[in-house]
């Protein structure tokens, strides 16, 4: 994994990783307002946490400013 995601509310988590599915991410859940984030066709870890980061912080922002964390997994 590149980034661990960490959201509030939880019950977002689900339509979260559908969208970085769909933007081309793997992503695994780790727990209940967590989940792992693996860009793959990224290519290096800094270009992937910048990627994720930047879209992760947006659908926050069109979710109406949801609160996100993130975490670079090294």
């Not at 969208?19 to 967590?34: D, F, I």
Request: proline letters at 4%; one cysteine or more; glycine letters at 6%.
């Amino acid at each position: 994994m590149d980034v661990i995601v960490e959201i509030d509310p939880p019950d977002l988590l689900p339509q979260l990783r559908a969208e970085l599915e769909a933007y081309g991410c793997s992503t695994e859940r780790v727990g209940s307002r967590r989940c792992g984030v693996l860009h793959e066709q990224a290519d290096n870890v800094m270009e992937a946490v910048s990627e994720i980061a930047f879209f992760v912080r947006a659908w926050a922002r069109s979710q109406g400013g949801v609160a996100v964390r993130l975490q670079a997994v090294v």
